[in-house]
Structure formats: C-alpha cells, structure tokens
C-alpha cells in the first residue's frame, strides 16, 4: 500500500506525525525545485511552523521539468517521510507541509495561478546553481533562460499578480551560491527587463529578495532506502521518503516583503547580514565535499564516510577548512571557524548516512567557482597558495576529461573538447585562462599551473591523493 491520508491507520504509533490537518490549510509558500533537499530541510521547518498552530503556511512545490517528484508525492496528497540517521539509530516523521506537486512544463497556467493567488506570500527556490541559467561572468544567459527554465513560471505568475493588484512577494533563494538573493534580484530583472520592463520596475518595487543559507546533509535515494522505509512504516510504501542527518542549520536575512512563518521559532536563524555563515559553508563544508567526491573517487570511495576515513585524503580535507578556506573569511561575531570544522569532519564521518561522492561530483563546473576559485584568488591576493584545493582541482578536471567514469556536468562536451584539443600540458590554462570557460575571479600563476599539472601526474599514476 502506498503511504496516503487514507491508509495513515497502519503507520506504526511511534512514527511522529503532524499536530494538524494539511488538508484544512491554505497554500501560503510555493516552492520551486521540489527534490529530496526542500523536503529534508525548508519543508520540516514549516511542518514544525504550522504544527505550533500558525495557519496556512502548506507548500505548493513546482518541478521545472521532470514529473518524476509529482508521481512520488500527489498519489501520497503531499504526505512523505523523513529519516534522520545517526549512530544512535533512525527517527522516521511524517511531514504534512507539502499539499501537491506542479510539474511546470505540463501546467504552466497553474503554477501562475499559484504565484498569483492572494494566500501567497512567499517564492522559494532549491533549483540547483545551473538552474539560475547564468554565463560564466554571472550575468544571465539568454540561451538558457529559455521557456523552459523558472523564469518565464516567474513572469507569467508575477504579471498575472501585479494585473489582480496583488502586493508583493518574498523570493527566497535556497541554493548553494554566495549572495543568492542578490544573485536572483538581478537575475529576474535583467530576464524582465528584456521582455517587460514594467514588471521589472513593479518587481523592484514591492517584491524582496533576501539571501539565505542552508545546511543539512541530504543523499540520493537508494532502493535499499525505500525497502528500509517500508518496513519502518509499518509496510506503507512511501515513494517521497528522503533520508538525512541530525545537523539542520538555515540562517536568512530578514527583509520579508509581507507575512511569514515563524521559522526562527523552530531553529532558523535570521539575521541582518548572511554573507559570513553563507561563505563558510560554501568555502568549507561544500569545499572540503568537492575534495572528497573527486579524490574519493579515484580512490575507488563510493561513500563520503569512506573519503574522510582514507589517510590521503582527510588531511587535504582538514588543511582546505582549517587553513586555506578558513584564512580567506571575515567571521560573524561568535562564529567559530574551527568549531565550525570539527563539526564538518564529525559529520562526514557519519557512516549511517550513506552520501554518495558521485552525487556531490555533478555539475562540477556550476560549483567550484564559489567553492574553491574565490579561496584560490583570496589567497592569491595575499601571496599564498592552496596545495589542498589545487589538488582537488587536478582531480576534477582528470574527472571531466571524461575516460574515468561518466561526467554529469552541464559543460561536460565544452570540457571534453577542451581536452582534445589542448591535452594535459594545457588544459589549466585552456578552462581557467581568461578565455577559458570558467575565467572568473581566480587566473592561475604559472607556479599554481605547475602544481595542477604535478597534481594531475602523480594522480594518474597512483590513483590517489598527494
């Protein structure tokens, strides 16, 4: 039987469930990009929101392109479970936030709808850093931005608003890219700006668009998953179930342009600035991860538990945080960087959760400018190198050569040809000279060229890090 409103008698008694009935609430956030990230973390803190008592605050989540999401969760009326995994076991919850799934390129004139209904206050995004469709130099790429992409949803929704005369909305990004609520501002004005400049100016004046960070360790389903979940549920299938980790953060920038939940009640943190909690996660946590994904990998590691535990591996991981990366942040009072960090190593070394390095090693290209490029030119500017992230670079790009294993990247066939044609003597120069496809805030010096080229050489021929 499939996990539903209807079959909820046959869940075990000690699976928590919601305090109240998601089908009696209005739909007061619609979220876009619905994968197994907002469920595990935006989602939860409003199920804890509305199960304190404040109303009205259900999803209505909008899958971009695939249906895939739709098919697990609308069968289910929204209904999914979370597992949080830790040594000391699995808690398994029901979360009741989400009330259905758009899949926006079958029903765009809903998802519109949606935005524009007077009960929405709030837009938020999980859409992954290739689903904002910027260039290299981070402006908006009109070639991708295509129908197909969040922003004509955005338009159509937002015009259709502005015609009912409707206020405004918070649009909240949720993605790993530093200043992500500036990044998205200026993205939605230059696509409306080129098509409709009046909502361009009616957006800038009534809608905000703070930046945010989060923080919470969610893999890649696995059947085995699923089949674990099932036999927790008391034998319900529950084809939505994500698996995660007990660590949570989310801090957002408060500037709201109308209601909200009282997420900072269920352990959000808002604050008047994001960017230093926003850097050290990315330079740290999704830093170290990158490391551990390309170097594990050539190690023959599946799992980030098993990248950490690899002697040749965790002390690049340790001097990437605690040196390199930590040296080039301007921490918030009370932030500690190297609490901060041992932290990060206790959780990668969680061995209940199964986090695969191949999931964190997709879209390499769309990641490591704000995760390891902007350290790289910090520490450059001060006249000092990182040894442990111009080895995770040789990794990655031995990685996108593409005769290692299958490359998952949105500029895999620009990388591959690039390989082609300049070989390994020249390929540094060739993706990050400043003609190459990822020339952004850091040029190699001749001595970092050097170390990548040594870097990529000792890990062909030993497989593995140095």
């Not at 945080?321 to 921490?331: C, D, K, Q, T, W």
């Not at 490591?368 to 111009?390: D, K, N, S, V, Y």
């Not at 040789?394 to 050569?401: I, K, N, T």
Request: glycine share 8%; proline share 5%.
């Amino acid at each position: 039987m499939r996990l539903s409103p209807e079959t909820l008698a046959h869940l075990p008694a000690d699976v928590r469930r919601p305090a109240c009935d998601p089908a009696a609430r209005r739909a007061g956030i619609v979220h876009f990009g619905i994968g197994a990230f907002h469920r595990a973390h935006q989602a939860v803190y409003t199920d804890d929101a509305m199960n304190a008592g404040e109303r009205d605050w259900g999803i209505v989540g909008v899958s971009l392109r695939s249906a895939s999401v739709a098919g697990q969760m609308n069968p289910q009326d929204g209904l999914y479970t979370v597992a949080v995994r830790a040594g000391a076991g699995i808690d398994y919850r029901l979360i009741g936030a989400v009330q259905r799934v758009l899949v926006a390129a079958q029903d765009a004139s809903s998802v519109a709808e949606f935005v524009a209904a007077p009960s929405t206050h709030i837009l938020t995004f999980t859409i992954t850093e290739k689903g904002y469709c910027r260039s290299a130099h981070g402006t908006l790429d009109p070639a991708l931005a295509d129908e197909t992409s969040v922003y004509r949803f955005l338009a159509d929704g937002l015009a259709l608003r502005r015609a009912r005369g409707l206020g405004g909305l918070t649009l909240l990004s949720c993605d790993n890219l530093a200043e992500n609520g500036v990044q998205l501002r200026r993205l939605v004005s230059e696509y409306l700006t080129d098509r409709d400049a009046a909502l361009a100016d009616w957006v800038e004046a009534h809608c905000t668009f703070p930046s945010s960070m989060v923080d919470r360790i969610v893999p890649a389903n696995t059947e085995a998953d699923l089949a674990a979940a099932e036999d927790a549920l008391g034998g319900l299938r529950d084809l939505a179930h994500v698996v995660t980790e007990p660590f949570s953060q989310w801090v957002i920038e408060d500037r709201f342009a109308g209601p909200r939940p009282s997420w900072e009640d269920h352990g959000a943190e808002l604050v008047a600035d994001v960017r230093p909690y926003e850097t050290a996660k990315l330079r740290m946590l999704n830093g170290a991860h990158s490391l551990l994904a390309y170097l594990g990998l050539m190690r023959g590691h599946e799992f980030v538990h098993q990248a950490i535990a690899d002697p040749n591996i965790r002390p690049l991981a340790e001097s990437l945080m605690r040196e390199e990366a930590a040296s080039s942040i301007a921490a918030a009072p009370g932030q500690g960087l190297d609490t901060y960090a041992d932290a990060l190593i206790a959780r990668f070394s969680n061995s209940a959760l199964n986090h695969r390095l191949i999931q964190i090693a997709m879209d390499g290209s769309q990641k490591i400018p704000q995760r390891w490029l902007e350290t790289l030119a910090f520490r450059q500017q001060h006249g000092r190198q990182c040894p442990a992230i111009l080895t995770g670079l040789a990794a990655w790009l031995l990685h996108v050569r593409g005769d290692l294993r299958p490359v998952d990247d949105p500029m895999a066939a620009r990388l591959a040809s690039a390989w082609r044609e300049h070989g390994e003597s020249a390929i540094v120069p060739a993706i990050f000279g400043a003609a190459g496809p990822l020339a952004c805030v850091w040029l190699p010096s001749r001595d970092e060229v050097d170390l990548i080229t040594r870097s990529m050489n000792q890990l062909e021929q030993g497989h593995g890090a140095h």
